[in-house]
């Protein structure tokens, strides 16, 4: 399953949870442009995983759906996003490269807060707004998964190995446990298992003041014919990230979610 996959999953499994339930025709109208098949395959998948049931004419949320169930999902104040956004320009003046500010916004989500690209880039993230589901091998989404308790990082894991290709994620969680601590020695991720071979993504965490898990983190994102230059970039990273942290603490809205012990 690919990230426009999983974003979709992450589409069904929201409508379902404010709706309450769906026909299919419901569904393949709110994913389109994607087909009746690729709707209908994902369906099955879901099914089959227990994140939803099929009952006649209706898909509904499976009992004890973790994927859609706990967010509290916001975005910038405007006067908040106007301080954030020069941040990321500055980053990406100074890299070359695309920049972006995430937040965890669920228990098994992140989301996209602010974005920027230089005019030059071939590449840029999605528009602000989008969110993602919390994969084993997104750089920005290991980033929280590594600073969220065990609990919910083996939940992350176990969620969505089975679905990834075999080179996206570690074949077990004794060796995912290991990438994470490496995360939280260094302070950034990187994409797919942690190598440096094909670095797509570099991400740092924000740490705000008080408990909690990390709620957000400010990375770039290159293609493979631009490899990130993981030393040259990471002091700028930082340096934003410190940046943002200025601006963020105090001053965004409380995570429901928040219960967990930060590592």
Known sequence: MGMGQLS???TVMRHLRHQGSARFEELAALLAPASRTTVSGLLRELERTGEIEHRGRFYLPAQGNLFGAGTNIYELPTALRARTHP?????CANTGHASALFARVGVATMKIMDEHRPQESDWRFLPAGVEWPLVPFHGFAKVFIAY???????QCYGRWRRHLRPELCEKDWDAFARQLETIRRRGYALEYQEELAAILRLAVPVFLSGPGP???TVGLVARFIHLLDVEGWLGYLRAAADELREILDGRVPAFR??????K
């Open 214 to 216: 990390v709620c957000f």
């Open 257 to 262: 979610f928040a219960i967990e012990k930060r």
């Open 8 to 10: 979709r999953a992450l």
């Open 87 to 91: 941040v990321l320009e500055r980053l």
């Open 148 to 154: 969220a308790s065990e609990d919910h990082a083996r």
